[in-house]
């Protein structure tokens, strides 16, 4: 298994600002993703990060809003930019080695005033 | 593409009562089906998993059944405990591709 911190794990940020969420696997891993949480829904896919080259986008999700880097196989970085309050939600990192496996981050709440 | 439907979306049953939450999807070619566990203000969890080639899969009081033919997988939760109260996920994918598709979620009370 793989175990995924994120940093910062909650902040409230005004809006027009942008904040960057940090994703730490203890191991290596295939496959990183990030994803949107309202509260009370499921999970909604924003991106795959590739290591070394752009991430995959869903429909939805742009690279100048979300901008994404992943510069080696244990390491990821989110940006949500120019953010408004409907940005408002739970961002989670997950990885996943040679199964289909995947593994959460405990998450982070983003609150945009 | 692959669409993933869960219910119910709430499910409140007595401590040491079974829970069963039921899982059905659209793609035959999906062969891997997880279940994660969300307590609040936590990310989800990996709980159990089944992959196509079995039917059933226990790990002590919870247990997952595929049934391919009809394309719906379930997972049971026996003798239920308070802190089995959360948010549970079902989850499809295929061989190949590690992108899954989430059911919608079933909050799961257990009261005391």
């Known amino acids: 298994s793989a175990v995924i911190s994120q940093k910062p794990s909650r902040d409230i940020c005004q809006r027009g600002t942008s904040l960057t969420i940090q994703c730490q696997v203890d191991?290596?891993?295939?496959?990183m993703f990030w994803y949107r949480q309202q509260p009370g829904q499921s999970l909604t896919l924003i991106a795959t990060a590739n290591q070394g080259s752009e991430a995959t986008y869903e429909s939805g999700f742009v690279i100048d809003k979300f901008p994404i880097s992943r510069p080696n196989l244990t390491f990821s970085t989110l940006t949500v930019s120019n953010m408004s309050p409907e940005d408002s939600s739970i961002y989670l990192c997950?990885?996943?080695?040679?199964?289909?496996?995947?593994?959460f981050g405990p998450g982070t709440r983003l609150l945009v005033l | 593409g692959e669409n993933v439907e869960q219910h119910p979306s709430t499910l409140s049953v007595q401590e040491g009562d079974s829970a069963v939450i039921k899982c059905t999807y659209s793609d035959s070619a999906s062969n891997y089906f997880p279940w994660y566990k969300q307590e609040l203000g936590k990310g989800p969890q990996l709980i159990i998993d089944?992959?196509?080639?079995?039917g059933e899969k226990k790990d002590q009081r919870i247990a997952v059944t595929l049934n391919k033919t009809a394309k719906h997988f379930s997972l049971h939760i026996t003798e239920t405990q308070p802190e089995d109260s959360a948010v549970y996920f079902c989850?499809?994918?295929?061989?190949?591709?590690?992108?899954?598709?989430f059911g919608r979620g079933t909050s799961l009370i257990v009261h005391p």
């Open positions: 191991s290596q891993v295939t496959m």
């Open positions: 089944i992959r196509s080639n079995v």
């Open positions: 989850a499809a994918s295929k061989g190949g591709s590690y992108i899954p598709t």
């Open positions: 997950s990885g996943g080695a040679e199964t289909e496996t995947q593994y």
